[in-house]
T-cell receptor
Framework: SQKIEQNSEALNIQEGKTATLTCNYT??????LQWYRQDPGRGPVFLLL?????KEKRKERLKVTFDTTLKQSLFHITASQPADSATYLC???????????FGAGTTVTVRA | EPEVTQTPSHQVTQMGQEVILRCVPI?????FYWYRQILGQKVEFLVS????????KSEIFDDQFSVERPDGSNFTLKIRSTKLEDSAMYFC???????????FGAGTRLSVL
């Protein structure tokens, strides 16, 4: 099965800066990759989905890239705010049947 | 906005007891899932359910686990004889047929003593 690695467990940034999170996977490239946000004691909340034939996807201050050659996705939060503080999870559908495999997550803390 | 509802939010049980975790998926969604997250670890897939039967299950989902959709709205996860290592957050998720996005509930924290 896929090994999904997300960079550093924690990322601390100053308000207004851009946070960049990395998701690397080891095996075959999935048809699409998703990013979720998880707040303490809550369930994951869907943010963005990017397909293998898409290089970049944007939603408000969020941007995701997908490089199937590098087997990597980057997740950017621009103009970060304290309310963006949360754990961000990368998720793959390994088998095409919508069973999601999650990375361990990166916890982002935005300082005011 | 419609949401997945899970009850109870916290369940405490003794080892060896049976527990039922309940979920009300989003109305008109067709696919249902259970995931679990042990404290400090990844969210892990347990089982998927469609058309009143299990589509796929993980190695974690052994004979002690079962799922059921007893009526048109509820989706339950039963653990027959709980173990200490079953202590975790259990998340229910549902998905409409046309999209790949899963919508998660807030979870049930299961504490096995």
């Amino acid at each position: 099965s896929q090994k999904i690695e997300q960079n550093s467990e924690a990322l601390n940034i100053q308000e207004g800066k851009t946070a960049t999170l990395t998701c690397n996977y080891t095996n075959y490239s999935p048809a699409y990759l998703q990013w979720y946000r998880q707040d303490p004691g809550r369930g994951p909340v869907f943010l963005l989905l990017i397909r293998e034939n898409e290089k970049e996807k944007r939603k408000e201050r969020l941007k995701v890239t997908f490089d199937t050659t590098l087997k990597q996705s980057l997740f950017h939060i621009t103009a970060s705010q304290p309310a963006d503080s949360a754990t961000y999870l990368c998720a793959l559908d390994e088998t095409g049947d919508y069973k999601l495999s999650f990375g361990a997550g990166t916890t982002v803390t935005v300082r005011a | 906005e419609p949401e997945v509802t899970q009850t109870p939010s916290h369940q405490v049980t003794q080892m060896g007891q049976e527990v039922i975790l309940r979920c009300v998926p989003i109305s008109n969604h067709l696919y249902f899932y259970w995931y679990r997250q042990i404290l400090g670890q990844k969210v892990e897939f347990l089982v998927s359910f469609y058309n009143n039967e299990i589509s796929e299950k993980s190695e974690i989902f052994d004979d002690q686990f079962s799922v059921e959709r007893p009526d048109g709205s509820n989706f339950t996860l039963k653990i027959r004889s709980t173990k200490l290592e079953d202590s975790a957050m259990y998340f229910c998720a549902s998905r409409p047929g046309a999209k790949n996005i899963q919508y998660f509930g807030a979870g049930t924290r299961l504490s096995v003593l």
